[in-house]
């Protein structure tokens, strides 16, 4: 849960801040941050343990940000190694989940939007 949350009367950003050290397995702070497009989890894996949750999207790609760790992604069958600095992009359709190794957690940072979210471009004023 977050520590802390400024949200501003006029909605321009929401600020939550988060014990990195404490969290539980999943936290999805999407509604705390009143995102609209944009999709994310903070992912806390203790040793060995994962593959709880394998999942696919009809539409929203995903990338898998390794802050700290080791482990694997697992990825239509394929098991790809992965360490903290990697970033993985999955694919809406593929079917993945993620482990962390034996000897470490694996704490990652997972981001997901659809493409239709990316269709307008903001021209910034002169």
């Given at each position: 849960m977050p520590m802390n949350k400024d949200d501003t009367s006029s909605n321009v950003f929401t600020k939550l801040h988060f014990d990195f050290d404490n969290l539980p397995q999943l936290s999805s702070p999407r509604q705390q941050l009143n995102l609209h497009a944009v999709g994310i989890?903070?992912?806390?894996?203790?040793?060995?343990?994962?593959?709880?949750?394998?999942?696919?999207?009809?539409?929203?790609?995903?990338?898998?940000?390794?802050?700290?760790?080791?482990?694997?992604?697992?990825?239509?069958?394929?098991?790809?190694?992965?360490?903290r600095g990697d970033l993985v992009r999955v694919s809406p359709q593929a079917r993945r989940a993620l482990k962390a190794a034996k000897q470490t957690a694996l704490?990652?940072?997972?981001?997901?939007?659809?493409?239709?979210?990316?269709?307008?471009?903001?021209?910034?004023?002169?």
């Open positions: 989890g903070l992912i806390q894996l203790p040793d060995d343990e994962g593959y709880t949750f394998t999942h696919s999207h009809a539409e929203q790609e995903e990338v898998y940000i390794v802050v700290s760790g080791q482990g694997e992604i697992l990825i239509d069958g394929e098991l790809v190694q992965i360490e704490f990652v940072i997972c981001v997901g939007g659809v493409h239709q979210a990316f269709r307008k471009i903001l021209i910034p004023a002169t």
